[in-house]
């Protein structure tokens, strides 16, 4: 509570941020080797990524800040994986990849 003129007057403060991503995604793969038991593949692609932040903050009903920033971009992509089949019903596979994102804002 702050006093003022003989009156008492709530000091109320708020922050809120928002975060909010969307990937968009293109991507091929392609299947280099085939055995009867294991695959190897290779892919490459692009992503996009739509990030957007959100920052408000005030005291009582004064808005003291208020910003968003937003980024939209291509992203590229690689990545490996391999699969193994050990029978009929066990299959296992594993992959890696790389993905990539700079913004300099």
């Not at 968009?24 to 692609?45: H, K, L, M």
């Amino acid at each position: 509570m702050r006093k003022f003129e003989g009156i008492n007057h709530p000091l109320i403060t708020s922050l809120s941020v928002g975060f909010e991503v969307a990937i968009f995604i293109f991507a091929v793969d392609y299947t280099f080797r085939i055995s009867d038991t294991r695959a190897w593949a290779d892919g490459a692609g692009i992503h996009a990524l739509d990030l957007t932040l959100q920052f408000k903050s005030s005291l009582s009903i004064i808005s003291l800040a208020s910003s968003e920033e937003e980024f939209l971009g291509p992203s590229p992509n690689l990545r490996a994986s391999s699969e193994h089949a050990f029978n009929e019903k066990l299959l296992v596979g594993g992959g890696t990849g790389w993905l990539a994102a700079d913004n300099d804002k």
